[in-house]
T-cell receptor
Framework: AQKVTQAQTEISVVEKEDVTLDCVYE???????LFWYKQPPSGELVFLIR??????QNEISGRYSWNFQKSTSSFNFTITASQVVDSAVYFC???????????FGTGTRLQVFP | NAGVTQTPKFRVLKTGQSMTLLCAQD?????MYWYRQDPGMGLRLIHY???????AKGEVPDGYNVSRLKKQNFLLGLESAAPSQTSVYFC??????????????FGPGTRLTVL
């Protein structure tokens, strides 16, 4: 069975702090995909990144970076110099190859205070 | 392109009433999904479709039915609403691509309250 765990229910930081959101996944399959989505207070879900299991390179996009480590089954997300606009619920998700489904973690609510 | 749209945005039902939520996408995606989001539980898959005329059960299908008569539309029906179905419902679509799993695109959500 597949599972995604986001142990941090809520994180609060002050603007300009760096923050890391943890994601641990479980699967026995060797081919899978990992995703991060952002859900701002307005409610829509915004796609941030997709990573396949054969690509362990870390990715950086502006203030966002992702650290994929198969050895620890983790796909952590770091926001550098956080801003108030980063306040949102962030979801990590997993899809196994040849299944049609996306399995979501329970989300981490990030609050960035000015 | 409008992307994924959902109708209605809000709805209040009484227990036992029925309703249909409409999802439409203009991206020619093969896959479509219905999720519900409840506090502390993330998104849970209700039903999904891998193409026109096909549907399949997800994680929490009881009390819901779906239909996909046209590729661009995916309908979610509640035949006899219950308070436990109070939730925010999201529709999503995904492009079929050989050998990879593309991201899902989500609609804005429908907030449903069952009294």
């Amino acid at each position: 069975a597949q599972k995604v765990t986001q142990a941090q229910t809520e994180i609060s930081v002050v603007e300009k702090e760096d923050v890391t959101l943890d994601c641990v996944y479980e699967t026995r399959d060797t081919t899978y995909y990992l995703f991060w989505y952002k859900q701002p207070p307005s409610g829509e879900l915004v796609f941030l990144i997709r990573r396949n299991s054969f690509d362990e390179q870390n990715e950086i996009s502006g203030r966002y970076s992702w650290n994929f480590q198969k050895s620890t089954s983790s796909f952590n997300f770091t926001i550098t110099a956080s801003q108030v606009v980063d306040s949102a619920v962030y979801f990590c998700a997993l899809s196994v190859y040849n299944t049609d489904k996306l399995i979501f973690g329970t989300g981490t609510r990030l609050q960035v205070f000015p | 392109n409008a992307g994924v749209t959902q109708t209605p945005k809000f709805r209040v039902l009484k227990t036992g009433q029925s309703m249909t939520l409409l999802c439409a996408q203009d991206m020619n995606h093969e896959y479509m999904y219905w999720y519900r989001q409840d506090p502390g539980m993330g998104l849970r898959l209700i039903h999904y479709s891998v193409g026109e005329g096909t549907t399949a059960k997800g994680e929490v299908p009881d009390g819901y039915n779906v239909s996909r008569l046209k590729k661009q539309n995916f309908l979610l029906g509640l035949e006899s609403a219950a308070p436990s179905q109070t939730s925010v419902y999201f529709c999503a679509s995904r492009l079929l691509a050989e050998g990879q799993y593309n991201e899902q695109f989500f609609g804005p959500g429908t907030r449903l309250t069952v009294l």
